[in-house]
């Protein structure tokens, strides 16, 4: 029983990563039509940054982790602006070119990170309070963990209250359903798929300072190997909807830590539910009825 | 119904537009009369939605040229060409399901001071809904909506396309109305394939076939009357069915 | 409406009007399109004749490189006869072969596939595995190694293409994926994990064997380049290759011709598959052994990069694309570490001394400026030259 209560809780915390990048992906691709391969980038690059930053001002206190969070979300959210701005926007409406700028961009960034970073695994180092356990009835389950679920929770939280309550969240959310219809009423779309990238860049660096903590060490190939989980995590919860990458997260999470565990087999699973999925409900979880 | 003879609100010359590389628009010239309202005809597939998206840019125009009120349009993006006061009431309504009808409206808005009463009055019903998402609604409940999506603000021109389409007959009436209301203070462009509808409210009609202009009348009930000309440009009986037929051996188009 | 999933770069508005479109002139559409793309390729009869006459000669040249002492300082390491340069030279006809498979999915199918590793995977963990376990010699290896593949790419294939464009490119992903994470995790030992695996070299006849016999390897390769340029072509004018073509340009006329696009897409997804095997398998001959980058995301954006480099669509694009970057990739390696780049400073010595970064950032240049790649800007090249040697003549 406490095995399975540290799988469950562990098993969220993973998707709460996987959220944290899906989330972006999915409002991207339900705005833009852009499936971005660069997301991974947006999220290695804020673990580096913050991860260069706390050793500067100083590792292990809870300042600085707030700090590294604070940074991981700009650098996420700035390098994610510009790269909509730079590239994406050029290809406007060309929806293979702009994933194949994404996929370059990826390349040319990974190989930039291990130029400046080397190949290695950097390690990190949390507050203390990270590294100790509570107990949750009999399950001593490490406390990055709650932190992690904790800041994704209120990420989705500030992300659906933006969306709900403001101007740019009703456009955004119109956009998702019908793009055209949305410049046909006289305004410019454009202005709305910057600040999509921005969020999504912004969530995904957040994701990288806490997946550094969650797994320990940054590395270059750290947002790629998440990167590939958001993406199923996307397709299950259904292309564009916001909710739907949060359960489909949680979900492939937990469904991911309990088979891995006892049989050692988890990523399959996930790739079987995805087929399931498919054939069953080719458009996912919540996804439109195209 | 004539219209009164000063600067048209509308002047498309030789518009072409193109869909996946397909002619949809080829070559169409018309104006449309800064007062009442002008139908745009045709039978089924003929670009008469084609040249309403176009003329806002929905679809990429690859030729001509287009005057809003005197001021050339045919390279200004889509959400400008709106700004400067065309209201657009699309084919199939294209309410934003997810959102609310009060948020559907809001969306619209351009106007420092929109014509909320103006809209209210005409539709209570959606006053009543506001609140409910739009998606639920019903078909005349939706056309509603994106009839106020247009009417909320001050425009210049409005593009209205197939308002009555798969509604109701006494719904058909209601957007009937609000049209008339509408264009006492706006010129407006309908498509319509509800010839009665048609009849009710156009002053001029510009036909379409095979993507170009054919034939222009000042007054729309004398080319209905035509049993002749209604048979050969829109392939039905000149006393108005209700709802033409999709005429699918046309091929007149493409 | 929706962004719609799909390959054909819709423009986003074109709904309304294509339900209109009437079901007889959709129908002439497709099937014009149908019967034009062949003749495409004919041309006049004159031209064709060069054309063999020139391919011919290539492949005579190609072919007799082993017995030549030719050097070109700068792009192969050693004179022509030599084990490194026709190592080099294998390995560039072997991923300009699976840069062709490749194109079959995305330049003819208009399918933007991020799971083609796996099948290239299949082909040379494939085959190490079977010749390492079950004792059988070369070509019933193979031909083992082909049917797996086969039945491999049929199943994947029947559920990735439930969905189209963008989704379809995240679910070959995902496939390609889990054959990753299976190589990595070497279960029962079979295949090495991070290590790779070699195979053992008892199936294998002598003459494949060794450096000494890399000339063999490399006329192998030729081959094998050989015959997969031959199927590419056939499946290209094939019924299939002209439905799959039909699809890519509009999915909906082809539907409404009454025509299946599942089974024509799913034939030419399977043909892919089955071709990148092959080249799979003479590649881990060529290598004696594979790593599971061979499986990885990572190589199926390798082959992307070719084909979008040489130009998406054209068959010669991909090949040269495969040559180009091979060569490239490894040029730019001893680039890297020459003592040129160590002494610039940092900010120029980080980036150029990582290949990838220079590959990444000269894709995203072609993508943004070169549409069409290199095949593509010689046709517009010899399209003004041409225009400007008949303005001339008038």
Same mark, same amino acid.
């Given at each position: 029983m406490s095995t399975l209560i540290l799988l469950l809780i562990t098993g969220v915390g993973l998707g709460a990563l996987y959220f944290l990048v899906a989330s972006g992906l999915s409002l991207i691709y339900g705005l833009m039509g852009v499936l971005n391969f660069a997301h991974g980038a947006f999220l290695t690059l804020g673990a580096f940054v913050s991860w260069e930053m706390s050793r500067r001002i100083g590792e292990g206190t809870w300042l600085t982790f707030i700090i590294t969070l604070v940074i991981g979300a700009a650098v996420g959210g700035v390098f994610a602006a510009l790269t909509e701005f730079a590239l994406i926007r050029p290809l406007y409406n060309r929806h293979i070119e702009q994933v194949l700028v994404t996929v370059g961009l990826s390349l040319a960034a990974v190989a930039i990170f291990e130029g400046v970073w080397g190949t290695d695994s950097q390690y990190t180092k949390g507050p203390e309070w990270f590294t100790r356990t509570t107990d949750v009835l009999g399950a001593q389950v490490p406390n990055d963990r709650f932190v992690?679920?904790?800041?994704?929770?209120?990420?989705?939280?500030?992300?659906?209250?933006?969306?709900?309550?403001?101007?740019?969240?009703?456009?955004?959310?119109?956009?998702?359903?019908?793009?055209?219809?949305?410049?046909?009423?006289?305004i410019d779309v454009r202005k709305a798929f910057t600040l999509v990238f921005t969020i999504g860049g912004a969530a995904a660096g957040i994701g990288g300072v806490l997946a550094s903590?969650?797994?320990?060490?940054?590395?270059?190939?750290?947002?790629?190997?998440?990167?590939?989980?958001?993406?199923?995590?996307?397709?299950?919860?259904?292309?564009?909807?916001?909710?739907?990458?949060?359960?489909?997260?949680?979900?492939?999470?937990?469904?991911?830590?309990?088979?891995?565990?006892?049989?050692?087999?988890?990523?399959?699973?996930?790739?079987?539910?995805?087929?399931?999925?498919l054939l069953t409900k080719p458009t996912g979880l919540m996804g439109k009825t195209a | 119904m004539i219209p009164e003879n000063i600067e048209p609100i509308l002047r498309v010359q030789g518009l072409r537009a193109a869909i996946d590389g397909s002619q949809v628009v080829d070559g169409v010239?018309?104006?449309?009369?800064?007062?009442?309202?002008?139908?745009?005809?045709?039978?089924?597939?003929?670009?008469?939605?084609?040249?309403?998206?176009?003329?806002?840019?929905?679809?990429?125009?690859?030729?001509?040229?287009?005057?809003?009120?005197?001021?050339?349009?045919?390279?200004?993006?889509?959400?400008?060409?709106?700004?400067?006061?065309?209201g657009y009431v699309p084919e199939d309504r294209e309410v934003f399901s997810a959102l609310s009808v009060a948020e559907n409206l809001k969306l619209a808005e351009r106007d420092e001071h929109p014509n909320r009463q103006l809209v209210d009055e005409l539709f209570p019903d959606?006053?009543?809904?506001?609140?409910?998402?739009?998606?639920?609604?019903?078909?005349?409940?939706?056309?509603?909506?994106?009839?106020?999506?247009?009417?909320?603000?001050?425009?210049?021109?409005?593009?209205?396309?197939?308002?009555?389409?798969?509604?109701?007959?006494?719904?058909?009436?209601?957007?009937?109305?609000?049209?008339?209301?509408?264009?006492?203070?706006?010129?407006?462009?309908?498509?319509?394939?509800?010839?009665?509808?048609?009849?009710?409210?156009a002053a001029g009609a510009i036909i379409l076939s095979g993507g170009k202009v054919v034939h222009r009348t000042e007054s729309a009930t004398d080319f209905l009357n035509d049993e002749a000309l209604t048979q050969r440009f829109l392939g039905v009986q000149s006393e108005g069915a209700v709802e033409q037929s999709a005429d699918t051996t046309s091929g007149g188009m493409l | 409406m929706s962004p719609e999933p799909t390959n054909t770069l819709p423009s986003e508005e074109s709904t309304g009007e294509r339900n209109n479109t009437s079901a007889v002139t959709a129908v002439d559409k497709v099937a014009r399109r149908v019967r034009v793309q062949p003749a495409r390729g004919a041309k006049n009869p004159r031209s064709k004749v060069e054309a063999w006459t020139l391919g011919l000669a290539g492949l005579l040249l190609m072919a007799a490189l082993p017995?030549?002492?030719?050097?070109?300082?700068?792009?192969?390491?050693?004179?022509?006869?030599?084990?490194?340069?026709?190592?080099?030279?294998?390995?560039c006809m072997l991923m300009a072969a699976a840069a062709l498979s490749y194109h079959l999915l995305i330049g003819v199918a208009g399918l933007l596939s991020f799971g083609h590793a796996l099948y290239f995977g299949a082909g040379s963990y494939g085959l190490a595995i079977i010749l390492n376990n079950f004792g059988l010699p070369l070509l019933p290896a193979m031909g083992l190694t082909l049917v797996v593949a086969l039945v491999l790419s049929t199943f994947t294939g029947m559920v990735a293409l439930r969905v189209t464009g963008i989704p379809f490119a995240m679910v070959?992903?995902?496939?390609?994926?889990?054959?990753?994470?299976?190589?990595?995790?070497?279960?029962?030992?079979?295949?090495?994990?991070?290590?790779?695996?070699?195979?053992?070299?008892? %199936?294998?006849?002598?003459?494949?064997? #060794?450096?000494?016999?890399?000339?063999? /390897? @490399?006329? &192998?390769?030729?081959?094998? !380049?050989?015959?997969?340029?031959?199927?590419?072509?056939?499946?290209?004018?094939?019924?299939?290759?002209?439905?799959?073509?039909?699809?890519?340009?509009?999915?909906?006329?082809?539907?409404?011709?009454?025509?299946?696009?599942?089974?024509a897409k799913l034939l030419i997804f399977v043909v892919a598959g089955v071709l990148a095997a092959a080249v799979g398998m003479v590649f881990v001959l060529l290598q004696s052994g594979t790593v599971p980058r061979q499986v990885s995301a990572d190589f199926t954006i390798t082959l992307l990069?070719?084909?979008?480099? %040489?130009?998406?669509?054209?068959?010669? #694009?991909?090949?040269?694309?495969?040559? /180009? @970057?091979? &060569?490239?990739?490894?040029? !730019?390696?001893?680039?890297?570490?020459?003592?040129?780049?160590?002494?610039?400073?940092?900010?120029?010595?980080?980036?150029?001394?990582?290949?990838?970064?220079?590959?990444?950032?000269?894709?995203?240049?072609?993508?943004?400026?070169?549409?069409?790649g290199l095949t593509g800007a010689v046709r517009r090249l010899r399209e003004r030259l041409s225009a400007n040697s008949v303005a001339k003549r008038n």
């Open positions: 992690t679920i904790i800041v994704a929770a209120l990420v989705l939280l500030g992300v659906v209250l933006f969306l709900k309550k403001t101007r740019y969240g009703m456009i955004i959310r119109a956009g998702v359903e019908n793009r055209s219809m949305v410049t046909a009423l006289g903590h969650y797994f320990g060490y940054v590395s270059p190939a750290l947002g790629g190997s998440l990167l590939i989980f958001a993406f199923i995590v996307t397709v299950i919860g259904g292309l564009g909807s916001l909710a739907g990458a949060a359960i489909a997260s949680v979900v492939v999470g937990v469904l991911q830590q309990i088979t891995n565990f006892y049989w050692g087999m988890g990523d399959f699973v996930v790739i079987v539910l995805l087929a399931v999925v | 010239d018309f104006e449309v009369p800064a007062t009442g309202i002008t139908a745009l005809l045709g039978r089924n597939g003929v670009g008469k939605t084609s040249t309403i998206k176009s003329i806002i840019g929905l679809i990429t125009r690859t030729g001509g040229t287009i005057e809003l009120a005197g001021e050339r349009i045919e390279k200004v993006p889509t959400h400008k060409i709106i700004q400067r006061g065309v959606l006053v009543k809904r506001a609140h409910q998402a739009a998606g639920s609604l019903s078909g005349g409940q939706q056309q509603m909506v994106s009839l106020a999506r247009a009417l909320l603000n001050d425009n210049k021109l409005l593009l209205v396309d197939e308002p009555t389409k798969g509604l109701a007959p006494k719904i058909v009436q209601e957007v009937a109305q609000a049209l008339a209301v509408a264009a006492q203070s706006v010129p407006i462009l309908l498509v319509e394939q509800n010839l009665a509808v048609v009849r009710q409210l | 017995l030549l002492n030719l050097s070109i300082p700068g792009i192969l390491p050693t004179p022509t006869y030599q084990p490194g340069s026709l190592q080099l030279l294998a390995m070959s992903l995902a496939f390609a994926q889990a054959g990753s994470v299976l190589v990595r995790r070497n279960p029962g030992g079979a295949t090495g994990g991070e290590e790779g695996v070699s195979p053992d070299t008892a %199936g294998i006849p002598d003459f494949l064997i #060794g450096v000494a016999n890399t000339r063999n /390897l @490399y006329w &192998l390769s030729l081959l094998t !380049l050989l015959i997969v340029i031959v199927v590419v072509t056939w499946v290209q004018s094939s019924r299939a290759g002209h439905v799959a073509a039909a699809v890519r340009e509009n999915e909906l006329r082809v539907r409404v011709l009454g025509l299946q696009p599942y089974w990069v070719m084909v979008v480099l %040489g130009g998406v669509g054209s068959k010669w #694009g991909a090949v040269i694309g495969g040559v /180009l @970057y091979t &060569l490239l990739d490894q040029r !730019l390696s001893a680039f890297a570490n020459s003592s040129a780049v160590e002494s610039l400073p940092a900010i120029l010595h980080v980036p150029l001394s990582e290949p990838l970064f220079i590959l990444g950032a000269l894709f995203v240049l072609v993508v943004l400026f070169m549409p069409g």
